[in-house]
């Protein structure tokens, strides 16, 4: 321990004081014990020896010999300063706020608004932070740290020191926290909503663990308390009462019961024979609205219309809440072409705590002629016979099958089988698909080849390519097929991973959609037009190993086996590239018949859904100079809308703008402004391409004005909420308070945070010690020569008196 026998203050927050070490054991205490005894002594034997001499002689040896033993003393007791610079610590509090989507809906019923308009519940934290003096108030006390949360917690958003001295001072001297943030805050940019999870629980409890200190007064949560995703909310309560910090929550959204109509689904078929009659089936849900009318009204938009148009309405009564009721049109258009169907449901003589559900679209082909299909097998895999199966049997497609194993006098479902390649432009032209299983490559000339690049290439012709175990390693490996390997959109491995050696493939893996993925048209199986069936798909156990995608390559599928992980990333499982007029869609696993192990509908529609992908270059070669290039028309909130837009001169030239501006509309007819920009694609110089992030729901409007002309083209996509985080249109106030429960904060309303949180965080600061140094006062030059010439003094004097 130590013994403060002095101390003075120096500079603010440094002090000095001079210590001595006692001894911590008994043990220790033995030398000094020795001294002290060794001084008591020298008097005995100063007086006895010198007792026959004058009494100045003993006091002059007692002074020599006790002034050495007291030097002695003074080192084993080593005497230092300790000079010590302290700092306050100020007590610090966390503000977490919820970014997921739900965020975005209204902060109070629109109902209790009347005419005016509602902000949404980031915009009444936004202006909680920026306009009250909840801040202020806090940082009296306390420093004040940002982070948000959707899916996961942010990185520090942005920092706001304690307005005490004290405060001030630790920011400008401790050298172990972050430097404070500008306190001009961007907080529209750090309150964006775009996550399409809540994962409250997981977030703070992370967040606990990793702002953990001695001076974290508190955690105050903004949040309409949606939960949906992560651990329960015990977890983080239960470390945050360990750990004594404080959590409080401030409910965002509104308390009251709702009153909405939902379009919950709109189920539609994807092709239809032109002269048909179909029927769409609209599936609208109800809160609070129970024995309420409804009016629906079906809006067509066709090939060669401007603007969508009502042409059916129906009218309906609502007849329990949150209980489907269905709506049925019967329908027969008389062209041929894509067709987009929209419906918009009313609730009559009644307004709703939201209007963004009640419209949904789905587009439906009605085709004229069937898309001509050759369908190339090098051997009868399992998928190439379900495949041309499910393609020989829909109307829209009209099959012709080389399967390259088989003979004349083999049966296989199609409309025609060949035993060559067709050979001539007027063969292979007659086509706009061809679907390639694992094929063997080696049985095209060198001048079939060529002419199958050109055709794709020049005439818009889709290939679909489908890896194998077989063929595709001899294509890899080998350098006779440049013409084919170029048209690959991948970089096949040159290793053949024994795709059917049960040893390497006993594991399904889920087909890991990429953000592309996620929202590409021709990857939503489902009736309700999402990605959700590929949740339910356990997955395939093999993928051809790959070395990543070619530039301007669109990854839309990666086999998620982490051990498969090569040089070029994960192996690739479905991507597509434009190659001159044309699009190649490459399916890097034979396994897409497991899918109907869930739901035959789902294998059919894929396939189905594949073909009219690689197809679209044949659809739409040579129509148009400027054209809307885009993976799907129906987005998430939170998701970013790649844009491509195809745009040439007069002569079919490529424009000499290196950048091109589009016109957005947003949900309410307004122009947004600045409108997206797009730049030049360096690989296809008469593409442009950027991105665009809806903000708020709805249906938005991009124009682009062709260049040299009067025309423009329209290109219009739904933007909806996740569906769970749109589940829950009120607060979830017992989330919330449970939250909370049992750490010594409480549940608050957004209307009293600013004054009742600041008062539930007690000011936890504290003085610490950042430097000290320490000095041996007894480690000195001359006080070493003084004990040298006291025993020299002592042995002199008895020399002289005859002593020693």
């Known amino acids: 321990m130590f013994f403060t026998i002095l101390a003075q203050s120096t500079a603010t927050g440094t002090s000095s004081s001079i210590e001595l070490d006692w001894p911590y054991l008994w043990t220790d205490w033995i030398p000094i ?27 002059l040896l007692t002074t020599l010999r006790i002034g050495f033993l007291v030097i002695g003393l003074i080192v084993a007791l080593n005497p230092h300063e300790r000079t010590q610079t302290d700092t ?33 519940r980031s915009q009444a934290v936004e202006e909680l932070l920026r306009d009250s003096e909840l801040l202020n108030r806090l940082r009296e006390e306390h ?91 015990s977890v983080a309560r239960d470390r945050a009462t360990a750990n004594g910090v404080r959590l ?35 599936i609208l849900r109800g809160q609070g609205i129970a024995g309420k009318s409804v009016k629906v009204d079906l809006l067509q938009k066709g090939p060669n219309d401007p603007e969508p148009a009502v042409v059916l309405t129906e009218e309906t009564t609502v007849s329990e809440d949150n209980t489907p009721t269905e709506v049925a049109f019967n329908l027969k258009p008389s062209d041929g072409g894509e067709y987009e169907f929209t419906v918009r449901a009313t609730l009559i003589g009644g307004s709703e705590t939201r209007d963004d559900d009640n419209q949904l679209s789905r587009s439906v082909n009605i085709f004229d002629r069937p898309l001509r299909v050759l369908i190339v097998a090098g051997g009868p895999m399992r998928d190439y016979r379900f495949a041309k199966t499910a393609l020989y049997r829909h109307p829209s497609m009209q099959t012709d099958i080389w399967l390259q194993t088989g003979t004349v006098g083999i049966s296989q479902e199609s409309d025609r089988l060949i035993f060559r390649f067709p050979e001539d432009r007027e063969a292979l032209y007659a086509y706009d698909v061809i679907i390639a299983f694992d094929a063997d490559w080696s049985r095209l000339s060198e001048d079939q080849q060529k002419l199958l690049t050109e055709w794709v290439s020049n005439e818009g012709g889709g290939l679909f390519v489908i890896a194998g175990d077989v063929f595709t390693p001899q294509l890899a490996a080998s350098e006779e097929f440049k013409e084919i390997k170029r048209l690959y959109p991948v970089l096949l491995e040159e290793v053949s991973l024994r795709l059917g050696s049960r040893d390497t493939a006993s594991t399904a893996f889920p087909v890991g959609l990429t953000q592309d993925g996620a929202v590409a048209d021709f990857l939503k199986l489902n009736e309700t037009g999402d990605a959700s069936a590929w949740e339910e798909f356990p997955g395939v156990y093999r993928t051809y190993p790959t070395r990543g995608a070619k530039a301007g390559t669109t990854v839309f599928a990666e086999f998620t086996d982490p051990l498969s992980r090569g040089a070029g990333g994960q192996p690739i499982l479905i ?196 430097d000290q140094k320490i000095e041996e006062l007894w480690d000195r030059q001359f006080l070493m020569i003084l004990m040298a010439l006291l025993v020299c003094g002592e042995w002199l004097t008895r020399k002289l008196l005859k002593l020693a």
């Open 248 to 282: 409080v929550s401030v409910g965002i959204g509104s308390t009251e019961p709702p009153q909405n109509l939902e379009v919950a689904r709109l189920i539609a078929p994807t092709d239809v024979q032109k002269g048909d009659a179909f029927e769409l089936s609209v």
């Open 143 to 233: 420093a004040v740290d940002i982070y948000t949360f959707s899916n996961d917690v942010s990185q520090l958003q942005a920092r706001l020191s304690t307005r005490s001295q004290t405060g001030q001072d630790e920011t400008n001297n401790s050298n172990d926290e972050s430097e404070t943030v500008d306190e001009t805050i961007d907080w529209q940019a750090i309150l964006t909503s775009e996550g399409h999870l809540t994962r409250l629980g997981d977030s703070l409890d992370k967040l606990l663990v990793e702002a953990n200190s001695p001076t974290l007064s508190g955690v105050v949560v903004f949040s309409d308390g949606a939960v949906n995703a992560g651990r329960d909310l």
């Open 88 to 120: 306050f610590r100020p007590s610090r509090v966390i503000l977490l706020v919820d970014t997921s989507t739900s965020m975005q809906q209204p902060v109070r019923d629109p109902r209790s608004a009347g005419s005016g308009s509602v902000p949404t």
């Open 575 to 770: 991507a597509a590239q434009r190659y001159g007029q044309g699009q190649v869609l490459y399916l890097g696993s034979p396994e897409m018949w497991r899918l109907r192990s869930i739901d035959e509908r789902y294998y059919t529609r894929f396939w189905i859904k594949s073909v009219r992908k690689a197809a679209e270059g044949r659809s739409k070669r040579g129509l148009q100079r400027s054209l809307f290039i885009l993976d799907g028309t129906e987005f998430e909130l939170g998701q970013t809308v790649p844009l491509r837009v195809r745009a040439l001169t007069p002569q079919f030239e490529p424009l000499v703008a290196e950048t091109i501006s589009l016109e957005l509309y947003g949900p309410n007819g307004s122009p947004i402004l600045p409108g997206p920009e797009l730049v030049r694609d360096p690989l296809r110089p008469a593409e442009y391409v950027g991105d665009f992030r809806p903000l708020v729901a709805g249906q938005y409007r991009f124009e682009f004005q062709v260049p040299e002309s009067n025309d423009k083209i329209t290109q219009a996509i739904d933007v909806q909420f996740p569906r769970q985080e749109a589940a829950s249109l009120v607060q979830e106030v017992e989330q919330l308070q449970r939250l909370v429960d049992g750490t010594g904060g409480e549940y608050v309303a957004l209307e009293a945070a600013a004054a009742t949180v600041p008062r539930l965080l007690p000011n936890k600061g504290e003085s610490v010690t950042i």
């Open 33 to 59: 014990a020795l001294l002290l005894i060794a001084i008591g002594t020298t008097f005995f034997f100063s007086f006895r020896d010198t007792k026959q001499y004058n009494r100045l002689w003993t006091v």
